[in-house]
């Protein structure tokens, strides 16, 4: 494999696409939001969703893997872009096995816990009503979008941050341009204020679970892609597709999981990891 400029982590993957530094970083934000201005424009043209209350701006779903190409590109060459590509489908289930499980089953539980708290405060609900089908369909269309978005946010922008500060800051940092990017989505959906303000909240404290388990699965970009997915999946069938999800009682319950990865004992927290290197 052709290889560009950086280095490898414990099993000999290349993991730096993007140089070191916040400028790569910034770079990414700010090209991203560039190339999501005409989904965005499109947004305000068509207010018909795509798929349960789903905007047509959320196809700005491709736009960090374009970012990410582009600037790899830039910087490296074909090289750098083959780099990319091989982080993003370089799965290594091995030792690391506890971290897929964990990225497909936290999120259904999650909205499990979620529903179940939402009856127990006596609001109106539908009875679940999915099929293993429908599920299926939903994770094929949400698996997709998931790594265009991965390929970005975790295969390009977030080893530039792990350099110059710790994997909470760096999750924080990139949770809040994350939320931040789906604010005029959320809007053009018809959402409320405080259902953004409590939506961007859950995203940034999705964005720690997801450094996370990145971090846990010794860097792996698979399994940011598969939570991502889950998050999505688990939305849309949550009754009616996801037209009574409530993000405050979700982030609630999300926030119980973050503080549980912050000081999880037996090395395996986010505290825990260290820039340099993965555990093992």
Known sequence: MESAPGHRDGEGLPIDTAGSGDKAAKSFFLLLFALSIPFWLLGFWSRTPVFAQIPVSALQAACPLLAAVLLAGLRAGRGGVRMLFNRVFAFRFGRFWIWYLLALLTMPVVMLLSYAAMRMLGRPLPEPAFSFGSALAAFLVFIFAALAEEAGWMGYAVDPLLKRTSPLAASLILGAVWAVWH?????????????????????????????????????QVPVA???????????????????????????????????????LPGGNSLASFRNEGVKA
């Open 225 to 263: 892609v598969l939570f991502h997915a889950m998050i999505n999946v688990t939305y849309v069938l949550f009754p009616v597709d996801g037209s009574h999800y409530d993000p405050a009682v979700t982030s609630v319950i999300l926030a119980a999981l973050v503080a549980a990865a912050l000081f």
């Open 183 to 219: 604010v005029i989505p959320y809007a053009q959906a018809g959402r409320s204020a405080a259902w953004i303000f409590w939506q961007c909240v859950f995203t940034i404290f999705a964005r720690v679970l997801i450094v996370w388990l990145y971090m846990g699965s010794g860097r």
